[in-house]
């Protein structure tokens, strides 16, 4: 199969899955969640056969309409994108297995309207990972906010609907208010926005509305979580925990980074955003999010909240590393989504197998919560671990990278906050790893439980060992995403 | 010239009218109501036509019983005409199919075949604004259209109609006389009622006075009958109170008429004879577009009934129109006419859904729809797509028309970033009120016992869908409303000096 066909089929391959899913959930729920499974299966295969063509320095492309002219409904694979779509597509192969684990032990409702909205936000995150201009991409992750509504408003209860409101409102109010009228700014300035190695912008705008229209995409962009656009990602954690898993610690979020990433390399052009004084905000602006978002999740009582806050704190570190502007920078970047994808995974799940196990989800309940569910919370501590930065885990690599970039632009700020963020999250994971192991039960204990459901401890144990994995083995990511740096400087 | 299509400007207005006397006498049940249907979608059939000739480069040129311009009728159908013609004819028949329901629930059978002659009247006056040449008879059709009209909408069960009525036709009835007004004025300067021709012969009259006074007599005048803010009262009750399937027609098309005549007017006419026309015509329009997106989106945001609430959002999307034309450029003509077309799609299949919900719940205020979606999840799953092209969501129709708008506003310098902001918060504005009633039907508890309700009937569900999936086909294939927008701009923007 050519580039092109394999694109189609990644776009397609999950929304056929969603109408499999319908379909056979007539039949019974093993065959929708076998369907589901499938689906995964084969869009991470169609997905990573993407990759050869990519190494050998290929540029497969689609475009599927014109919809009016100028503007094209067009797709094409690059590195920063394949890695997107492999992270995500990889993911929730593992999610699955976790979904079904954690949906039936929770018995929740609607679990077949849960698979197929989840396939479709697996389609349009795939279509924002190879969208070829910014109309694919704001096509798709506007149909990702709107797919992942559902999700979030699963339960349907008055508290529910309160913040999956939040959560629309404020990705909507963002997209529809800032990045909208940035991109059509772009679209007629430039006349096309294509994403172009080396950037389109330069020559068309210059001073302060490079600053302006950077600010338009950064914060029009929601789905990063910079400061102040972060509220909806709190408000998106009272969605099942595999929703807060994939969607909101790896797909959506990542879809917000990777754009901000894409728009800065492919449509700012890195060289043009750095000789531009009045872009140099983006810095302190992720630099404030990261200590921020990590001083909010310190003061944090439920762990899943805590999660999320420092899910904001991390993806600004990419913000940050990409708007480092240097080559080594946006390779820790990249690195990042990955590492952080792999470890924020596992400790939601790791949260979300707590709360199936013990129905717990506050701090102060997991005293000596190791004993009785050992599995689980080494995987969390895995997962903690790579989150601070400590080697063997994949977090360590990224933070490397990104720390080497911040040295070679001689940009202290970011060196500093790196250093204080450590400092942070280590204040913030530590003392739950500590009361989880060495703290002595509650006596009596509220509810007699063991480990959670064998497909949910199977899929952390899965990300767990990907977490560590990663530390050892991220030539491939490397080398792909060296050809990025190629491109760009 | 024996082809048929050559006849096809008159038979666009004449099988309307001819077939509505025939319905009146239809008896027997349902074959009213099946004659109509076939009538309209033969004008259907005949606007498709044009269109597609249209769009191959033709203009269609019509003089009744071979009588030469400007001394006998003339019609005409070129590629803005032929948008509306599409519109017109589409949401008669689109309402049509699915309101079987709704008629028969609101009107008694044997009244049936009374209201079908007045529906085809009403198309058939509605689509002749469009297709006539001359001002004198562009009046008689606006007649046409508004008596029937008036007829439709006070001929259901709800007696509040019929207040909303007398106002409408109070209203209508001003709108008409001014437009009368100004255009016997002109007629007694120049001596012709020709458009064309007159757009010839102002420039031999000497005192312009009377001409400034006719322009602003036909503008208000049709301002009044498009609802432009603040000349807009009468809609909302209208829309409110008419039988649904008579909101889905009438909705969809009927003030779209009178802002296409007010553009054509003013563009062929005034544009390129009265000095400073062209900036007294943005000034004037400018400011009550922007009022009326901001006004009446957020009278929306409060609405509790959702009939009245759409007719709010109706005044709001009758603002983007304006403030599109307002541009007096080819970007923001375009972006205003293909306005003409996907708000009609969007706002019709909304109605469309709301007919859907009206055959089962026992009310339309937010209150008494609460959880419904689960009793109708097709008619709730229609009705957010829909919502989906109102506000504009990329992949809908409603997200072509944002795109051209906005790029129109970036294009007016630093006006235009005040215009983007305007354009941005409406659209906010119609998340939110969209979003109140999606989050009743799917989420809020049932004030009544909700074990009758069920699905919409089938052919009504199914036309819903036909307009929801037209809205997406329409928002990744925008191709024929974005060219005949396109030329309908230039032709206007030829008419400058």
Known sequence: ????????????????????????????????EATTLLT????????????????????????????????????????????????????????SIYSIGYMRGNNESNQTRFYIFFAVALAAAIGIAFADNLFTLFLFYEILTLSTYPLVSHKGDAQTVRSARVYLGVLLTT?????????????????TGTFTPGGILEGKVDGAAVGLLLGLFVFGVGKAAVMPVHRWLPAAMVAPTPVSALLHAVAVVKAGVFTVTKIIIYIFGVDFLFAEPSSGWLVYVAAFTIVAASLVALRQQNLKRLLAYSTVAQLSYVIMATAILKPLAEVGAALHIVAHAFGKITLFFAAGAIYTAAKKTELHQLRGIARRMPWTMAAFTVGALSMIGVPPTGGFVSKWYILAGAFQADNYVAIAVIVASTALNAAYFLPIIFIAWFLKEDSPPAREHGEAPFAVVLALMITAALTLAFFFFNEPVLELEGQLVRTIS | MTDLSHHLPALQVIVPMLSAPLVMLLKPRGLARAAAT???????????????????????????????????????????????????????????????????????????????????????????????????NIFVFMEISSLASYVIIAGGSDRRALPAVFKYLIMGTIGATFYLIGVGLIYLMTGTLNLADMELRIHEVGDQKPILVAAGFITIGLALKAAVFPLHVWLPNAYTY??????????????????????????????????????????????LAVLAILIASGVALFEQNIKRLLAYSSIAQIGYILLGASFVTVAGLTASTVHFFNHALAKGALFLAVSCLATSCVGLRLSDLGGVAKRMPWTAAAFVVAGFSLIGIPGTAGFISKWYLITAALEQGSLGIALVAVLVISSLMAVVYIWRIVEAIYFAEPSSDLSAVGEAP????????????????????????????????????????
Not at chain 1, 178 to 191: E, K, N, R
């Open chain 1, 1 to 32: 199969m050519s580039g092109s066909d394999l694109i189609l089929l990644a776009l397609v391959l999950p929304l056929v899955g969603a109408a499999g899913i319908a379909a056979a959930s007539r039949i019974g729920d093993n065959a929708r």
């Open chain 2, 458 to 497: 089938f052919m009504m569900l199914a036309v819903t869908w036909a307009a929801v999936l037209a809205n997406l086909y329409f928002g990744l294939a925008p191709d024929v409303p974005v060219t005949l927008a396109t030329s309908a701009a230039e032709t206007l923007l030829e008419h400058l000096p």
């Open chain 2, 38 to 136: 076939a009538a309209s979608l033969f004008a259907f059939a005949i606007a498709i036509a044009m269109t597609m000739g249209v769009l191959d480069g033709s203009t269609y040129t019509y003089r009744m019983g071979g009588w030469p311009a400007p001394y006998g009728i003339e019609l005409g159908v070129d590629r803005f005409s032929a948008l509306l013609l599409l519109i017109v004819t589409g949401a008669s028949t689109f309402a049509l199919l699915a309101g079987r329901r709704s008629v028969d629930a609101d009107i008694d059978e044997s009244r049936q075949p009374l209201f079908y002659a007045a529906w085809l009247l009403a198309l058939a006056g509605l689509l002749g604004i469009p297709v006539a040449a001359d001002a004198f």
């Open chain 2, 242 to 287: 008419a039988p649904n399937a008579v909101t889905v027609f009438l909705a969809a098309c009927s003030t779209k008429v009178s802002l296409y005549l007010l553009l054509r007017f003013d563009f062929f006419v005034f544009q390129g004879n009265l000095a400073g026309h062209d900036v007294q015509f943005t000034y004037f329009l400018m400011p």
């Open chain 1, 175 to 191: 997209s529809i208010g800032l990045l909208l009228p940035a991109i059509i700014w772009t679209y007629s300035v430039a006349g």
């Open chain 1, 40 to 95: 995964a299966g084969a869009l991470a295969w169609t997905v990573w056969s993407l990759v050869p063509e990519l190494m050998q320095g290929g540029r497969p492309s689609l475009v599927l309409a014109e919809v009016v002219p100028g503007i094209e409904l067009a797709f094409s694979v690059e590195p920063l994108g394949m890695l997107f779509a492999a992270l995500a597509s990889s993911l929730w192969i593992v999610n």
